[in-house]
């Protein structure tokens, strides 16, 4: 298919490199720079769309990031990304596209239904009519909406590119690249200043590239911007980023940029990310992130082929495409007269300038006469005709009282359109910065800055080609001299042409039409009309923000940079209050919609989270433990052997351990090194425990309380001597009980001389529990006599392992002889692999962290965080033996005393014997006074482990229960979907209660 | 390597594969050292020094090198001890020995951490993809020594040249660090 609407010669297009793409299904051709909107509008195309509510056939309106109507999928790879503007969607060799919201087909669409009846889904439409009767809601309505609502279809498949991330610093970031954004860089960069300099489009120059009816420095602007830049290129000091997206000013200058690696890339190389996350930490901003053209509020404005006025200039000069080959321009401004004058020099038939204004500029009425365009001044366009591309306009004179008469129809296959420009405030809004309004201007621009940060040019409202190059030098210069406090004279480049232009215009345009009837768009993505603002003001909005939220305009993926100021207007007028008092909605980040996957960056897949290994992870994987998560920590659950499910393999540990020997890799605990004069007297004060006595040598159990007086956390400490110990803490509070114990001392007592250290990865632990645990470690040890007269329960010494230092604690969480033995990290898998074998010698297992709960819970030691919840305090668990009576304060003392835990009722740590043996209870299962209470009824507490123990041959439970120390004996319930299952209050200590086995 | 601090002391693990190794930007794994935690009040930090053979520096997050000795400064009083792997107890004493009527704590802490040495022109490029620091020459001169995080992995980042830095990471997590920063790599063999 040939390019009946490409130009002969001109832009910036490569014509030499024709490149092919399809458009639902249809292959079309283009060029090397094209965007796949120039390249459709090149092939005649303007229908891409159908809008979000109504259906309306939509087309191309804008040449840039705010494009609302024309959003395409894009195959890739086999998945589509949808929701793409095609305006920023850059030509390769072979690109799919598709368009979305439409059902057949594009050209007939099932859901134009709603257009018709459209008096049917006024704004709030959601609000009223949803809300009877309220069971609809969740079967009917919402499952409707749902499947009505959104635009375009989400990837089906696990995203296939990846995404990389950059930390950046530098002295000046400059978003924008037109002709404020390039100068503020040149200036900047003479200065030496690290420099870089960002811009959205696929080419630095911004506004300048389509600007061929001006001079700079005697160059055209397009070769005075390619020296520039490659100027810039030229220095050490500067990073140019193309295809690099400003999207979120945040504090301290901290400015987040999106930079399109590859998406632009027939074939790209598949080491490249498809996009890049730039964290970068600006001493100074200059925001040049230019104006945008507004559009004009008419009814039917919206038509396929009816494009702001700039946007038409762009095409044609950027792109050398003809948005139609018999135009007319409605304006209220003088920008849009060149758009005019530049398409009638390319021989488009321009039908006529319909301008608002009564008197346009003598300037340019000559220029029209001498071109021999139409002008109709003192006229605006009511509406338009055409279904899936606007065929002519309708024209209506403006009278002095305030009306309009109908002043004919002309025909046209494109109309372009300006309201006047507006400031993108964007990225100052975001810096927190508060927009002021302008009267002049008619536009909020940005006042005072609150972060360090200026605009410059159009984004602050400055027109003009030569008053926006002098700004952009002057804020370079500034934001350098800010940063790096030097500055260099440079000299500016001189300009001519791309004056400023006058006039514009705000809200809904007058017309001799059914009020009832047309649709004005205001926001053309979420399909809001004049009509609805006003509607929103009728029904008692007030606020602009309510306006917003009732009508959704301004909600669109430009949030409102295109709506907003003809919404503020409109609103203004039904509210009868000047716009100043309307208000303005705040822009957010992000600037442009912005992927998930570069937020999600590198956390995905293996490294979503550092996935933390024991020593003896490799033996386990070879010899078919499964593994289970314990926070980052991969730790071994069971050890299954052929034929074994797991409460097979659970079953036979258990039996193990308690008939010979296991081997358990306790290397997760936490540790941490507590040395100094003070130590002692630090653990007093930290823990519930008395300390100061403790001999060296020795072990004891320690409790750690919060101030409010609840478990937080718990774990052996043995003292190596009088000034150091080794404390232990359980596998998930290690970071929590170094971080409160640092808090403390720097905070509390820094007078204490006393350091903590974490030495959780120095050390590798091993566990090895049962009656022939001293002959399994026996062999290896030396140093130290094992007896139980020499070396009893709770000691702890230095001594070495197969040769290399260990400390051995003989500590037990089982309930049966057991040591610890602790060798420095490297030496892990070592002692893993000699221990694992030498308990084969004494039938022994290995065993994970299934049996090891079952086995304390067996013996009624406490699991914090499973048995607590926070809420339990030593009295509560049965611990009060673990308080040293006579210490004068620990962390936690006064809040033991608080009357409310010391209150009859508590809910105290019990075991529970199920009536039948073999029903084993649900962790979490709520524990209940009556057998079938009726719904409502506060449960008395709740079950927290559940096991089947192998010792006692039937299952047993732990469990908080009001007054439960009380209970002794007495049957509770556990009501459950399939009955209420009676239980039996018991003490926690189901085995070995006089702990004989521990001390053989 | 002869510009870089401590190279008599962190040295390549001659027994392990490179990590990384292009053109750009080559990773190694460190071979095993001795590394001590020195905990001490203002009074302690002479005799120290003395005990270690190198002086304890009190500026933030610089350090001091001697030979096959350094001194990392890990906070206002905290310190790392690094010397080679073999004198881990000879010189544990002779400070314990030093002190025993001062107020410090020293612990060993060798092997909590293992050690990868990223160096050449994209080694700060590389570090960037994880770490927020600036690490240009003037803020981040060599000799420089910081905690930081590296994507959610805490790290230490010790700048022993120009473009050459120490990175450690507590031995659980280094397969995390060494392997995002492999992968990060990777686009630099694009064409």
């Known amino acids: 298919m040939s390019q009946p609407f490409r130009t002969e010669k001109g832009g910036r297009i490569e014509r030499a490199e024709q490149l092919t793409f399809t458009f639902d299904g249809e292959e079309m051709h283009g060029h090397k720079g094209d965007t796949l909107a120039s390249a459709l509008l090149a092939n005649g195309v303007h229908l891409v769309g159908r809008s979000f509510k109504y259906h309306r056939p939509r087309g191309i309106l804008t040449a840039g990031s705010e494009e609302p109507n024309a959003l395409v999928g894009i195959y890739r790879n086999g998945d589509q990304t949808p929701n793409l503007r095609a305006t920023q969607v850059e030509l390769y060799q072979g690109l799919e596209a598709t368009s979305q919201n439409r059902f057949p087909s594009l050209g007939f669409d099932i859901g134009a239904v709603n257009d018709r009846l459209s008096m049917f889904f006024p704004a709030g439409f959601y609000y009223k009519t949803f809300m009877w009767p309220k069971s609809f809601w969740d079967k009917v309505y919402e499952p409707v909406i749902r499947s009505a609502a959104g635009l375009g279809k989400p990837p089906k498949n696990p995203d296939h590119d990846f995404y990389g991330n950059l930390y950046a610093h530098c002295d000046v970031l400059v978003a924008g690249s037109g002709p404020a954004g390039l100068t503020a860089a040149l200036a900047a960069a003479e200065t030496g200043a690290k420099v870089i300099l960002c811009d959205e489009q696929a080419e630095f120059g911004g506004s300048l590239l389509s600007e061929v009816n001006a001079s700079i420095d005697g160059k055209s602007p397009t070769e005075w911007a390619g020296e520039a830049i490659a100027k810039l290129d030229a220095m050490d000091n500067v ?47 200059v925001i040049a992130s230019g104006a945008i053209e507004r559009p004009m509020v008419f009814p039917e404005n919206d038509r396929p082929g009816i494009l702001l006025a700039e946007a038409g200039r762009t095409y044609l000069n950027r792109y050398g495409v003809k948005v139609g080959h ?56 009511t509406g338009t005709l055409g279904r899936k591309r606007v065929k002519s306009a309708l024209i209506g004179r403006l009278m002095t009282s305030g009306k309009v008469a109908s002043g004919g129809q002309i025909d046209c296959d494109a109309l372009l359109m300006s309201g006047g420009w507006t400031p993108t405030v964007s990225l100052y809004s975001q810096s927190r910065g508060k927009v002021v309004w302008n009267a002049d201007m008619g536009a909020y621009v940005p006042g005072k800055s609150f972060q360090k940060e200026r605009s410059t040019g159009g984004a602050k409202g400055l027109y003009g080609l030569q008053a926006t190059l002098e700004d952009g030098y002057a804020a370079g210069e500034e934001a350098a001299k800010a940063a790096i406090g030097k500055s260099v004279k440079i000299t500016y480049a001189a300009s001519s042409g791309g004056e400023a232009g006058e006039g514009g215009t705000l809200g809904a345009l007058p017309h001799d039409r059914n009020a009832t009837k047309v649709k004005a768009f205001v926001d053309y993505q979420n399909d809001v009309t004049a009509k609805d603002v006003k509607l929103a003001v009728r029904e008692g909005m007030q606020s602009i923000e309510h306006i917003k939220r009732y009508t959704t305009t301004g909600m669109a993926t430009d949030q409102g940079r295109l709506s907003n100021m003809n919404a503020l207007q409109i609103a203004s007028g039904a509210l009868e209050k000047p716009m100043t008092d309307v208000g303005l909605t705040t822009f957010r980040q992000p600037y442009t919609p912005t992927t998930f996957g570069v937020f999600a960056g590198v956390a995905r897949g293996d490294f979503f989270d550092p996935v933390r290994k024991t020593p003896s992870h490799d033996w386990v994987v070879e010899h078919g433990g499964v593994f289970e998560d314990v926070g980052q920590w991969k730790r071994t659950w069971y050890f299954p052997k052929s034929g074994e499910d797991m409460h097979a393999a659970v079953a036979r540990e258990c039996k193990t351990v308690r008939d010979s020997v296991g081997l358990f890799d306790a290397s997760t605990l936490g540790k941490i090194e507590v040395v100094g004069p003070d130590a002692a007297e630090f653990l007093e004060r930290m823990y519930t425990n008395p300390w100061k006595k403790l001999a060296p040598g020795r072990c004891r159990y320690g409790l750690l309380l919060n101030d409010a007086g609840f478990i937080t956390d718990d774990g052996v400490i043995g003292r190596l ?12 509070g290690a970071p929590n009980v170094f971080a409160t114990m640092e808090d403390y001392l720097q905070t509390e007592w820094p007078d204490l001389d006393v350091w903590i250290t974490s030495t959780t990865e120095q050390f590798a632990v091993a566990a090895v529990q049962g009656p022939k645990a001293r002959e399994v470690i026996a062999p290896f040890i030396e140093g130290i006599d094992l007896s139980n007269d020499a070396f009893p329960h709770m000691s702890v010494k230095e001594a070495t392992f197969c040769g290399v230092p260990c400390r051995l604690f003989r500590i037990s969480f089982t309930g049966e002889l057991g040591f610890e033995i602790n060798v420095s990290r490297q030496n892990g898998t070592m002692m893993w692999e000699t221990l694992a074998k030498e308990i084969e010698k004494h039938n022994g297992t290995t065993y994970g962290t299934e049996t090891m709960h079952v086995l304390r819970a067996e013996k009624g030691y406490i699991i914090v965080g499973q048995d607590t919840d926070g809420t339990v305090t030593p009295q509560d668990a049965g611990m009060t033996w673990a308080i040293g009576k006579k210490k004068l304060d620990f962390v936690g003392k006064r809040g033991l005393d608080r009357p409310d835990l010391v209150a009859e009722n508590r809910k105290q740590f019990v075991g529970l014997f199920t009536k039948d043996p073999q029903v084993k209870l649900e962790e979490g299962a709520q524990v209940t006074s009556a057998e079938n209470p009726e719904t409502g009824t506060p449960a008395e507490g709740h079950v927290t482990s ?24 007495k049957t509770l319930y556990v009501p459950m979907p399939d009955g209420s299952i009676p239980v039996e209050i018991t003490g926690p200590v189901f085995y070995d209660k006089e702990g004989a086995r521990i001390n053989v | 390597m002869s510009d870089t601090l401590a190279n008599d002391l962190i040295t390549p693990d001659v027994d392990a594969a490179p990590l990384l190794s292009q053109p750009g930007v080559s990773m190694l794994k460190a071979a095993p050292i001795t590394r001590l935690s020195l905990r001490a009040r203002e009074a302690t930090l002479k005799d120290a020094g003395s005990a270690f053979g190198v002086e304890l520096p009190v500026k933030p997050m610089t350090c001091n090198t001697g030979q096959k000795r350094a001194v990392l400064w890990m906070g206002p009083d905290e310190w790392t001890l690094l010397a080679p792997a073999d004198d881990l107890k000879a010189t ?81 997590f280094m397969d995390y660090v060494s392997g995002l920063l492999v992968q990060s790599a990777r686009e630099l063999e694009a064409a």
């Open chain 1, 239 to 285: 990073t140019l980023l193309t295809r690099t997206t400003a999207f979120g000013y945040f504090a301290h200058n901290y400015v987040a940029l999106v930079e399109r690696v590859t998406e632009h890339l027939s074939s790209p190389d598949p080491k490249l990310p498809r996009e890049r996350l730039w964290q970068v930490r600006a001493k100074e901003v």
């Open chain 1, 946 to 969: 559940s096991y089947f123990s192998p010792a006692l041959g039937r299952n047993i439970a732990l469990a908080i229960v009001k007054n439960g120390h009380a209970l002794d004996g």
């Open chain 1, 326 to 381: 018999k135009v007319v321009v409605t304006t209220a401004c003088d920008t849009a007269w060149q758009a005019a004058f530049d398409l009638a020099d390319h021989g488009v038939e321009i039908a006529a300038i319909v301008d608002m204004r009564e008197t346009p500029p003598e300037s340019l009425l000559s220029i029209a006469k001498a071109r021999g365009i139409r002008v109709e001044a003192g006229c605006v366009v």
């Open chain 2, 92 to 172: 544990f004493d002779a400070i314990e020995g030093k002190h025993e009527s001062h107020s410090h704590a020293l612990v060993d802490i060798s092997e909590r951490s293992e050690a990868v040495i990223v160096s050449g022109e994209k080694a700060v490029w590389l570090l960037n993809t994880g770490i927020f620091i600036d690490f240009s020459l003037e803020t981040f001169p060599v000799g420089t020594v910081t905690r930081t995080i590296f994507h959610k992995s805490p790290v230490m980042v010790w700048r022993t040249g120009t473009d050459t830095f120490v990175v450690e990471a507590w031995v659980s």
């Open chain 1, 721 to 732: 001597a009088e000034d150091r110990f080794h404390v232990t803490t359980t596998t998930g």
